[in-house]
């Protein structure tokens, strides 16, 4: 399967087919449950980059596994829906709005819930409504992995771990408005970096073939954090530059939230007295357009965002090197050239 469009209507055409198959075997015991899968449903079908099946496939095809397997759209289905699930946790830790150009999932429970004049507190029913909708998508995550070997098994336990103690760092690091750039890069790399890019070739490799994945691994990494870090780097450009037509996020979320990002941080790093009193408004949730706008100018003006720049440009070189075309099998080395260029260049 050397075809981008095939290997993802794979992916996708497993993931409609697990989240189906569950609505249709819990939705009949009450009425109200299939809100859940309709939910999940919206979020998982309803667009993504399916950039994590990508590194997982071309990490197994590297390994020598089957092009053509099963195998591998299962792993990358079962990310996504680990994806998918964090999505529903971070919104309402970020008490996000939106999320793909839709209303977020905890918004719409606690809309439903005021609408309909039941008891209790509307938000509070929204948010635990949408917390348990994203433990329902874990579940269904690591309900496709019960083929992994024991080795590959260890390796997703290590990125759902990751995963999680990533977005504990980056809640810690809003609430302590943890400015220092070392700090956010390892938010940066620890929250994103490692279980979009790296995590997902070693689980592929490994999956394959347990001998040559291991081998595989150092390399791998070699290219897929560097090039992980600069992915979250673009996110966090798009989330405070994007359009939100575009992104379907709204911009200047992060500077709202008070995210602890490695653009923020470098703005901080080089800011002058007037400047620091304008970046010091950050994580402020009632900040106006205006106020954004006067961020957006600071971080401009210090020099961080094309420092940011630098930084991708950089990595994505780095990642490059790594990469030795004499031990990858298959087209894996031409694909993960290609998706280096995807993840470092994107504009959503």
């Given at each position: 399967?050397?075809?981008?469009?095939?290997?993802?209507?794979?992916?996708?055409?497993?993931?409609?087919?697990?989240?189906?198959?569950?609505?249709?075997?819990?939705?009949?015991?009450?009425?109200?449950?299939?809100?859940?899968?309709?939910?999940?449903?919206?979020?998982?079908?309803?667009?993504?980059?399916?950039?994590?099946?990508?590194?997982?496939?071309?990490?197994?095809?590297?390994?020598?596994?089957?092009?053509?397997?099963?195998?591998?759209?299962?792993?990358?289905?079962?990310?996504?829906?680990?994806?998918?699930?964090?999505?529903?946790?971070?919104?309402?830790?970020?008490?996000?709005?939106?999320?793909?150009?839709?209303?977020?999932?905890?918004?719409?429970?606690?809309?439903?819930?005021?609408?309909?004049?039941?008891?209790?507190?509307?938000?509070?029913?929204?948010?635990?409504?949408?917390?348990?909708?994203?433990?329902?998508?874990?579940?269904?995550?690591?309900?496709?992995?019960?083929?992994?070997?024991?080795?590959?098994?260890?390796?997703?336990?290590?990125?759902?771990?990751?995963?999680?103690?990533?977005?504990?760092?980056?809640?810690?690091?809003?609430?302590?408005?943890?400015?220092?750039?070392?700090?956010?890069?390892?938010?940066?790399?620890?929250?994103?970096?490692?279980y979009t890019i790296e995590r997902p070739l070693h689980l592929g490799a490994v999956a394959a073939d347990p001998k040559r994945g291991s081998a595989l691994m150092p390399m791998l990494s070699a290219y897929g954090l560097p090039l992980g870090d600069a992915f979250q780097m673009r996110d966090d450009i798009l989330g405070a530059f994007g359009d939100t037509a575009i992104t379907g996020k709204p911009v200047g979320g992060d500077f709202r939230?008070?995210?602890?990002?490695?653009?923020?941080?470098?703005?901080?790093?080089?800011?002058?007295?007037?400047?620091?009193?304008?970046?010091?408004?950050?994580?402020?949730?009632?900040?106006?357009?205006?106020?954004?706008?006067?961020?957006?100018?600071?971080?401009?003006?210090?020099?961080?965002?094309?420092?940011?720049?630098?930084?991708?440009?950089?990595?994505?070189?780095?990642?490059?090197?790594?990469?030795?075309?004499?031990?990858?099998?298959?087209?894996?080395?031409?694909?993960?050239?290609?998706?280096?260029?995807?993840?470092?260049?994107?504009?959503?």
């Open positions: 399967m050397s075809s981008t469009s095939e290997l993802i209507a794979r992916v996708d055409a497993l993931l409609a087919q697990t989240l189906e198959e569950n609505q249709q075997r819990w939705a009949p015991l009450q009425q109200d449950l299939h809100t859940i899968f309709e939910e999940i449903q919206a979020l998982v079908l309803g667009g993504g980059k399916r950039l994590r099946p990508q590194f997982t496939h071309w990490g197994w095809v590297a390994a020598g596994g089957d092009p053509t397997s099963a195998e591998s759209p299962r792993i990358g289905a079962a990310i996504e829906l680990l994806h998918a699930a964090a999505l529903f946790h971070d919104d309402v830790i970020d008490d996000a709005d939106t999320r793909r150009s839709r209303q977020s999932t905890h918004k719409n429970f606690a809309e439903s819930h005021s609408t309909n004049g039941w008891v209790g507190e509307s938000r509070r029913f929204g948010e635990g409504s949408a917390i348990l909708i994203g433990d329902i998508t874990y579940v269904l995550s690591d309900s496709l992995t019960n083929s992994l070997s024991a080795e590959a098994r260890l390796i997703w336990h290590d990125l759902r771990l990751e995963m999680n103690i990533g977005q504990y760092l980056d809640v810690l690091g809003s609430a302590r408005q943890t400015r220092e750039i070392a700090e956010a890069d390892l938010i940066c790399r620890m929250k994103s970096a490692k939230e008070g995210k602890p990002t490695p653009l923020l941080a470098r703005a901080c790093a080089v800011a002058t007295g007037q400047q620091a009193e304008v970046l010091n408004m950050v994580g402020a949730p009632d900040l106006s357009d205006e106020d954004i706008a006067k961020i957006q100018q600071v971080v401009t003006e210090t020099g961080a965002l094309q420092a940011m720049e630098d930084v991708i440009s950089m990595n994505h070189a780095q990642a490059l090197r790594a990469l030795k075309k004499s031990e990858m099998q298959g087209e894996s080395f031409d694909a993960l050239v290609h998706l280096a260029d995807v993840v470092t260049q994107r504009v959503i």
